[in-house]
T-cell receptor
Framework: GAVVSQHPSWVICKSGTSVKIECRSL??????MFWYRQFPKQSLMLMAT?????????EQGVEKDKFLINHASLTLSTLTVTSAHPEDSSFYIC????????????FGPGTRLTVT | QKEVEQDPGPLSVPEGAIVSLNCTYS??????FMWYRQYSRKGPELLMY????GNKEDGRFTAQVDKSSKYISLFIRDSQPSDSATYLC????????????FGAGTRLFVKA
């Protein structure tokens, strides 16, 4: 089946620094990738949708200058958390799909970000 | 009112029990309905999906959609301790790209 990887799985950074999280589709070409944020015992909150080669579409309330998303190829999307603060600590999950994949979003294993 | 409502639980059942998980929704435009299973500190895994109304069965899992009531269910037969996880319902419309709305998730514990 379709496999999505994320790297790193866990990262700790100091307040004010930037962190980059990678999301890769390993065995399919992902025309669309999604980035979610998940707080403990809460559901997935969609942050943005990115299509290969175009700018990401951010959900209302998500700061595009703080959460930079790049979808440079059909197998790679990156999320950069700029000038991270403790309140950015969360579980970040990406998912990927393709044009004909009407139902399926395949999720990565997630990245736990802790900002100290 | 949230677009998708799901009881967060936790739901605790003995091994072998039949489990019923449910979601209600308010947007009549939703056409695709999915159930995901998420283990602790892992990404969600797609379990089942249905289009429009009806039932779908896959092994021990049965998904039901009642669009007239805006109500979907996931039944797990002969539940196993390995089924212990958080189950998320998800749905989306036929338009608006792939934007999917997720329920809050129900935490399920199956006791051996």
């Amino acid at each position: 089946g379709a496999v999505v990887s994320q790297h790193p799985s866990w990262v700790i950074c100091k307040s004010g620094t930037s962190v980059k999280i990678e999301c890769r589709s390993l065995d399919f070409q992902a025309t669309t990738m999604f980035w979610y944020r998940q707080f403990p015992k809460q559901s997935l909150m969609l942050m943005a949708t990115s299509n290969e080669g175009s700018k990401a579409t951010y959900e209302q309330g998500v700061e595009k200058d703080k959460f930079l998303i790049n979808h440079a190829s059909l197998t790679l999307s990156t999320l950069t958390v700029t000038s991270a603060h403790p309140e950015d600590s969360s579980f970040y999950i990406c998912s990927a799909t393709w044009t004909s994949g009407i139902y399926e979003q395949y999720f990565g294993p997630g990245t736990r970000l802790t900002v100290t | 009112q949230k677009e998708v409502e799901q009881d967060p639980g936790p739901l605790s059942v003995p091994e072998g029990a039949i489990v019923s998980l449910n979601c209600t929704y308010s947007n009549s435009a939703f056409q695709y309905f999915m159930w995901y299973r998420q283990y602790s500190r892992k990404g969600p895994e797609l379990l089942m999906y249905t289009y429009s109304s009806g039932n779908k069965e896959d092994g021990r899992f049965t998904a039901q959609v009642d669009k007239s009531s805006k109500y979907i269910s996931l039944f797990i037969r002969d539940s196993q301790p390995s089924d212990s996880a958080t189950y998320l319902c998800a749905m989306r419309a036929n338009t608006g790209g792939f934007k999917t709305i997720f329920g809050a998730g129900t935490r399920l514990f199956v006791k051996a």
